[in-house]
């Protein structure tokens, strides 16, 4: 049976209305794609202190998370992914990409033009759909 794993991933979004995404570097798992950061629920956590961990150890920063912006279960060859995005905001600190091979700040309309982990997609596409009712 393939194994279940449940991971936060943080949609955050600045000032500017740009989102952070962050590239996998070759060296992760799924590599070269790219993914909202965040990582594995730990038990006992609430979704929100999972990804506000996450995010202070893996881009030395700190963030607040807020509410679920899209759910979604996706099957890998090799395992099951239930990926929650959170919205949330940056609090401290400049992200740093100690992982990740890169980070960027995309305006929602340009989201489409990276190669996304496929577990991620429906996400983009609603924060895509977010741009046309808003913008
Ligand atoms: N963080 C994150 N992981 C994602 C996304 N999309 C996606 O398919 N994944 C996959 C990649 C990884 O196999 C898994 C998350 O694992 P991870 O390695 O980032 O999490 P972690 O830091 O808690 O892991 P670990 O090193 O403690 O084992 O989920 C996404 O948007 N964000």
New binding site residues.
Partial sequence: MKKR?K?V?AVIENEKNEILCAL?STS???PN?W??????VEEGESLQEALER?IC??LHCEIKAYEIMNEHV?E?DT?I?H?I?LRAELISGTPVAT?HDQLIWLPRKNLSSLVW????IP?VEDLMKENQVWK
């Fill in positions: 794993v991971v991933a996998r992760m798992l799924i794609k993914e909202f950061p965040g990582g594995k996450e150890e893996e996706h890998y395992f992914i990926l995005c992982e982990a496929p577990a991620d996400a």
